[in-house]
């Protein structure tokens, strides 16, 4: 893939160094609470898909290590063929921490003897104390009942022995100089989990790491969760928000980025700027020479000024984008066109059916085109403005060959290239309105196969 981006780099002394969406100022926020919470508690990070979040909140996790606290990150979806989320979970803990910290705590044992009974303990959540006290004296004379409340007893024993000590692990963990007095525990990627998993991650975190000291962040889709709360109870009845809250103490939306920062963050996570400079092209002609990573930003920005749409839409739209382009020899003029006509594929397929199936005149495209850019608030003066023009323009006239071209072989007589050109007085290979574009001018079929990947990716 020419496009296939960096893991966005987070330098330790500054995370939010990269942060293109200026969400430092929501770190610092949700630090806030942590530091003024005198308990442990479980928050979720919401936010639909293609918002961030997991850029966001390892951001976050690196400027709380800098700032003092013990972190541990979880990508629960990279887990969840595992079928126990309580070894995942207390075995980050404990890989992650003891590379943070010098000198921990073994609970090795602990971990290794709860490994075995945690996904047992089916009851735990049921059956309080008082409960089991009056379910003991009703079946005291039953020898195989009391053996399974017996196990249930030790098992819950275990548990409690587990939570002490693994209080004692935090509080050594804080004890490090100039350590804060939380552990916090980051689970993402959990509304792409298997429901079950899902789920039972759910109830291990508020069953099994309830504990003082201990914060846990779940990063969530919660729209998507709620889905999976209901597929587990096989139920649309049942109220997914009411269950979530059973687990989630802060629920916390993260603030939508605009679509100017939105745009501005695609463009370069998906390499654009990277192509334009790699291959040295020059601006086009226009009075205050703007680079092209520019006047592609401010083309985009266009588009979607002229159509309203969610950030989820927009990332959709660079995703194709990224495959035309990256599958095509492209020169500059062909690379705006493909901006366009992918706009229209995703946006406006009534425009991109048109165009394909050449229903439009030459003024009728011009007057769609131009109809977009005005609704775009496009100012046609501006260097901005002259690219638009140029766009038009080389569109229009790849529309037009197309239409000839089609004119051509349903007409015998006119089977030589060069007499067509020469009888319809257009040349396949003229300059393009972009300077430096020495690649010859592709034909509009081109762009659609690559834009409906009906051709080949190369």
Sequence with gaps: MIFSPDILEIPADNPFANDLLDREQYADILTSLIDTSKTGFTMSINATWGY??????????AKLRAQGYSTVYI????????????????????EQTQKQNSHVKDIATTVKELADIASKIIAYRYIGDAAL??????????VKCNFVLDDYIEHTKRIEDFKKQLHEYVKQLQEQEGSKDKLVIFVDELDRCRPTYAIEMLERIKHLFSIENIVFVLSVDQSVLHESIKGFYGSSNISAENYLRRFVDIEYCLPEPSIDKYIDFLIKYHGLEQYITERKLSPPLSHDNTDYDVQLYLMVKTLFEAIPCSLREVEKYFNRLEYVVRTL???????????????????????????KDLKYTDAELLHVIEDLLIAGKIQLRTDHGQLAIGI????????????????????????????????????????????????????????????ELTEALR
């Design 133 to 142: 006290d009056t379910f003991k004296k009703r079946l005291s004379n039953d």
């Design 392 to 451: 038009m323009r080389e569109l229009v006239l790849i529309y037009r060959i197309a239409v000839e071209l089609q004119y051509v072989e349903n007409d015998d007589r006119l089977t030589d290239l060069a007499l067509f050109e020469s009888k319809h007085l257009i040349n396949l290979n003229s300059k393009s309105v972009f300077r430096n574009d020495q690649i010859p001018r592709m034909q509009l079929d081109k762009y659609i196969n690559k834009i």
């Design 329 to 355: 020899k492209l020169n500059m003029s062909a690379f705006f066109v493909s901006v366009f006509l992918t706009y229209t594929y995703i946006f406006r397929k009534d425009i991109y059916q048109q165009i």
């Design 52 to 61: 961030g979040k997991t850029t966001f909140i390892r951001m976050w996790e």
């Design 75 to 94: 990508n629960a979806w990279e887990k969840d063929y595992i079928q126990d989320p309580f070894a995942v979970v207390i075995s980050t803990i404990w």
